[in-house]
């Protein structure tokens, strides 16, 4: 027989009798828990009838001081038990204790925070027979009856005395007397009796009851503990045994294997094991011997092994410097880093970008090569990549002396045996001028946009002008007119001219490739300008109010930018009021006395200007608001919008150092204020922002 058969033979026995003692045990466990239910349901049981007969003597004793006293704090401590018993009033806590002694005596006010049960609903919870419910009922409509003599007595105190069939009362002279001699008389002694015998014929029939449960329950546990006793001894029986057979069948076996195995480790490889079992030991043996002939054929083998390994060694330590040269040429900065964040390599690309030497960085952890913001930011996105199991791609933005510089940045994993993660590597392209085209695009892709939604306004002016010169310059040759009327219509002329040669720069304006051109504009005479062309451009259902600041507001921006994203609000504005409402556009002044969170943009100390433009639209939700300045990003439905119309709105607010606030709420409207920094002027006043 195997060493495996004799286990699994012995393991059988030994789960089948742990599994009986675990049965046995849970017995035991049920049966303990069976004795102290049938004890608390006892105890239970003495509470409710002892509380019957407590709130019993609690009322009569409170309704005979009232006799005797008159106090009506009595007669109120009356009705507050009687209703606690009957569930109508919260129970107070620890109410099972010494209580309405304790009020009294004190003058404490009975605290009711407890739950509304009534004493019936609790007799109901309880585990009783039906004589035992009969006779808790009968002391209770007893007790009730009692009750209903306690209050005769004390109505008697107050001259109320009833009358008739009902609860029609009349009012005579107090009769104490006779409050005195129900309270004290033979009819309420008879009364008490009635309710305190079915409670003693409850509590003998109770504890006959309890006292069988109980000895049948404990007689049962007696058992399941004599034969969980059994079980042990049958166990510990089994696993002598079980020690037995294995030292018999498995140490001596394996002890002479151990002084065979200490002559094969001192050199003697033609060594031979003599056991010659049919057991796994005999099988072990043998497998053992021919391990010994197997080493000492592979011994001759090592050394050559060895001298591969050293030219492998060599082989690759060549490759990691031509791979440590192409990485050098590569027009990106890569690194590798382990799962703790320690850098492991980094090419000379990424030396140049961070302005660090290798050996600054090479052994070091985030941490310790850049500040504690940064290092959190670059190890966010390792996190992410050992999570995910994915390339992560992302943007990294580096200061530098013309401004900023961009990189796409590729994360992913390097793993190793069993799949494990070894390393995170990166590659990053630097992406600063592509950026910037890309930016360029997006503007003029904006201005498309703007003036594809200004067709109608501008069919409008054009419209107006060449009305005023089809109707006036064929009139301008006519013989009958006065030369006062000529003139007048000489100057309509020209003024059409005028307004054309303004609306043709302005769209020229517009439509320019060249960079930005930032001079000192007064931001109510850009609005006043721009004001009777907003007014066509939001058309007959909205309504566009201006309200700017009374004195100037200079700052230093691109005046064509600035009318771009005005005129960008405007509509969007116009947009969100599908039915109809009111735009208003307001300039101010401020003072930023702090730096604050703000929507878009960094906010910095010092004095702004504010144009503001709000409606009385759909509003916006928080997840739309978060998105309001991502390109192509458009609530319109599809064909209605490209999502680039508020880029030229952050343009403006980039452009001149300034940032955005946004205040909007669904069903509420929106308002977008926009900081510019103010020319300085010392004379101004300013509203004070904190």
């Known amino acids: 027989m195997t060493i495996r058969t004799i286990l699994t033979i012995f393991l059988a026995v030994i789960v089948a009798e742990l599994i009986l003692l675990a049965v046995v045990i849970s017995l035991i466990i049920a049966g303990q828990q069976d004795v102290a239910d049938t004890e608390n349901r006892r105890y239970q049981a003495y509470k409710i009838a002892d509380e019957l007969r407590q709130s019993s003597d609690d009322m009569t004793r409170m309704a005979r001081t009232y006799v005797a006293t008159g106090n009506p704090i009595y007669e109120q401590y009356f009705r507050d038990i009687l209703e606690i018993r009957n569930g109508t009033k919260p129970r107070p806590a620890n109410y099972d204790r010494i209580y309405w002694d304790l009020v009294i005596a004190t003058g404490a006010k009975p605290n009711y925070q407890g739950s509304k049960i009534s004493l019936k609903d609790r007799m109901a919870g309880l585990n009783l027979l039906a004589r035992e419910r009969a006779l808790l009922a009968e002391a209770q409509a007893n007790s009730d009856s009692l009750v209903s003599l306690e209050k005769t007595a004390m109505d008697a105190v107050k001259g109320r005395f009833p009358e008739g069939p009902g609860d029609t009362v009349i009012q005579r002279d107090p009769d104490p007397e006779l409050a005195r001699a129900l309270m004290f008389g033979e009819i309420y002694h008879k009364a008490k009796a009635s309710i305190m015998k079915p409670i003693e014929a409850f509590l003998v029939l109770l504890e006959q009851r309890m006292k069988s449960e109980v000895a049948e329950a404990r007689a049962t546990l007696r058992k399941n503990v004599t034969a969980s006793a059994i079980l042990v001894a049958f166990t510990l029986l089994t696993l002598a045994a079980l020690a037995l057979a294995i030292g018999r069948r498995v140490l001596g076996p394996v002890g002479e294997l151990i002084k065979q195995s200490d002559a094969i480790a001192q050199g003697n490889y033609g060594h031979q094991v003599s056991l010659r079992a049919n057991d796994e030991i005999g099988i072990l043996s043998r497998a053992f011997n021919r391990m010994s002939q197997a080493v000492e054929m592979d011994m001759s083998r090592r050394t050559e092994a060895e001298a591969a390994l050293r030219d492998s060694r060599e082989e690759l330590r060549q490759s990691q410097l031509l791979l440590e040269k192409i990485m050098d040429q590569m027009p990106a900065h890569i690194f590798l880093r382990d799962t703790q964040g320690r850098f492991v390599l980094v090419n000379s690309r990424y030396e140049e970008v961070y302005g660090l030497a290798r050996k600054?960085?090479?052994?070091?952890?985030?941490?310790?090569?850049?500040?504690a913001e940064q290092a959190e930011y670059y190890r966010s996105f390792d996190k992410q990549a050992i999570a995910t199991g994915r390339v992560i791609e992302h943007e990294i933005t580096l200061p530098s002396q013309d401004g900023e510089r961009t990189f796409s940045s590729l994360k992913f994993l390097i793993r190793g045996m069993g799949d494990a993660v070894k390393m995170v590597g990166g590659v990053s392209f630097e992406t600063t001028n592509l950026r910037r085209s890309e930016q360029i695009r997006l503007r003029q892709s904006g201005k498309l946009e703007l003036l594809g939604q200004m067709t109608g306004s501008i069919a409008h002016d054009f419209n107006n002008v060449m009305?005023?010169?089809?109707?006036?310059?064929?009139?301008?040759?006519?013989?009958?007119?006065?030369?006062?009327?000529?003139?007048?219509?000489?100057?309509?002329?020209?003024?059409?001219?005028?307004?054309?040669?303004?609306?043709?720069?302005?769209?020229?304006?517009?439509?320019?490739?060249?960079?930005?051109?930032?001079?000192?504009?007064?931001?109510?005479?850009?609005?006043?300008?721009?004001?009777?062309?907003?007014?066509?451009?939001?058309?007959?259902?909205?309504?566009?109010?201006?309200?700017?600041?009374?004195?100037?507001?200079?700052?230093?921006?691109?005046?064509?930018?600035?009318?771009?994203?005005?005129?960008?609000?405007?509509?969007?504005?116009?947009?969100?009021?599908?039915?109809?409402?009111?735009?208003?556009?307001?300039?101010?002044?401020?003072?930023?006395?702090?730096?604050?969170?703000?929507?878009?943009?960094?906010?910095?100390?010092?004095?702004?200007?504010?144009?503001?433009?709000?409606d009385t639209g759909t509003g916006m939700s928080p997840e739309v608001k978060k998105k309001l300045f991502e390109a192509f990003f458009t609530t319109k439905e599809k064909g209605k919008g490209t999502g680039l119309g508020l880029n030229t709105v952050q343009d403006l607010a980039a452009e001149s150092d300034g940032y955005i606030e946004i205040d909007s709420q669904l069903g509420r409207g929106t308002s977008i204020k926009v900081f510019i920094p103010l020319v300085k002027d010392e004379e101004a006043e300013y509203e004070v922002v904190s």
């Open 360 to 371: 600054d960085i090479i052994g070091k952890t985030l941490d310790e090569v850049f500040d």
């Open 467 to 614: 009305t005023v010169l089809s109707c006036n310059v064929p009139l301008l040759n006519s013989e009958k007119l006065t030369p006062e009327k000529q003139k007048q219509l000489s100057r309509d002329c020209n003024e059409a001219v005028g307004m054309a040669s303004n609306l043709t720069k302005r769209l020229m304006a517009i439509a320019r490739k060249e960079p930005l051109e930032r001079t000192v504009v007064d931001l109510n005479d850009l609005i006043g300008n721009l004001e009777e062309f907003l007014r066509r451009s939001v058309g007959h259902d909205a309504t566009l109010k201006c309200e700017l600041y009374d004195e100037p507001i200079p700052v230093i921006i691109d005046a064509v930018l600035a009318e771009m994203a005005l005129l960008n609000l405007v509509l969007n504005s116009r947009d969100a009021m599908p039915d109809g409402g009111t735009i208003t556009i307001k300039t101010s002044r401020v003072i930023k006395e702090e730096a604050l969170a703000v929507d878009w943009g960094a906010a910095q100390i010092g004095h702004y200007a504010v144009l503001e433009v709000g």
